[in-house]
């Protein structure tokens, strides 16, 4: 990290504990990546309901070269918050998951979210729970009944239009789920 690392405790004593707690989940941060340059924890009580508690509220800002990743965990209503160590828990999970998400990103490795295809039923065998899809460009696509809603699946017949998802199975494509058109 560029900058030495900032711990703030806004309107709360301060608590070495917690500050050591928190630079270890800023060290674990620092393992996952290279690219942290600066990380600034502000940790508060926002809301201080005297009759159910206090909870605390964690903030973290990481920087990295071209992004800022912003955690503000303000859990109001949840009341394992009055824990500080919880709280803090809580936000670095998130900041983790957010840190893994950018350097996915940066990687190109996001998940491709793929729109669904188009195709008519060619065969259907209701008895024993399977038929065939035909695909514009030519392919047949194995379809199974658990993959097809009960609704649909009562209605689907030779020549009904479908929509659906592919993936390779054992003996070649098969739909993850069919919807009729």
């Known amino acids: 990290m560029?900058?030495?690392?900032?711990?703030?405790?806004?309107?709360?004593?301060?608590?070495?504990?917690?500050?050591?707690?928190?630079?270890?989940?800023?060290?674990?941060?620092?393992?996952?990546?290279h690219r942290i340059t600066g990380c600034h924890v502000v940790?508060?009580?926002?809301?201080?309901h005297?009759?159910?508690?206090?909870?605390y509220s964690v903030r973290i800002d990481l920087f990295m070269p071209g992004t800022e990743i912003v955690v503000n965990r303000d859990h109001h209503l949840d009341h394992a918050h009055e824990d500080v160590m919880v709280a803090l828990r809580d936000a670095f999970l998130v900041a983790?998951?957010?840190t893994e998400d950018h350097l996915h990103r940066l990687r190109g490795e996001e998940k491709a979210h793929l729109l669904p295809l188009h195709g008519q039923v060619t065969q259907i065998f209701p008895l024993q729970g399977y038929g065939f899809i035909a695909?514009?460009?030519?392919?047949?696509?194995?379809?199974?009944?658990?993959?097809?809603?009960?609704?649909?699946y009562s209605m689907l017949?030779?020549?009904s239009r479908v929509t659906f998802g592919e993936e390779q199975g054992e003996k070649g494509a098969q739909a993850?789920?069919?919807?009729?058109?």
């Open 176 to 181: 993850t789920f069919v919807h009729l058109h």
């Open 96 to 98: 983790r998951r957010l």
């Open 157 to 159: 017949d030779i020549g």
């Open 2 to 33: 560029q900058t030495e690392p900032q711990i703030c405790f806004d309107d709360i004593p301060i608590d070495e504990q917690v500050r050591e707690a928190a630079l270890d989940a800023i060290a674990d941060l620092e393992r996952l990546s």
């Open 135 to 152: 695909t514009p460009d030519g392919r047949e696509v194995y379809f199974h009944r658990n993959s097809v809603s009960d609704r649909d």
């Open 50 to 55: 005297h009759q159910r508690g206090r909870l």
């Open 43 to 48: 940790i508060s009580q926002p809301h201080r």
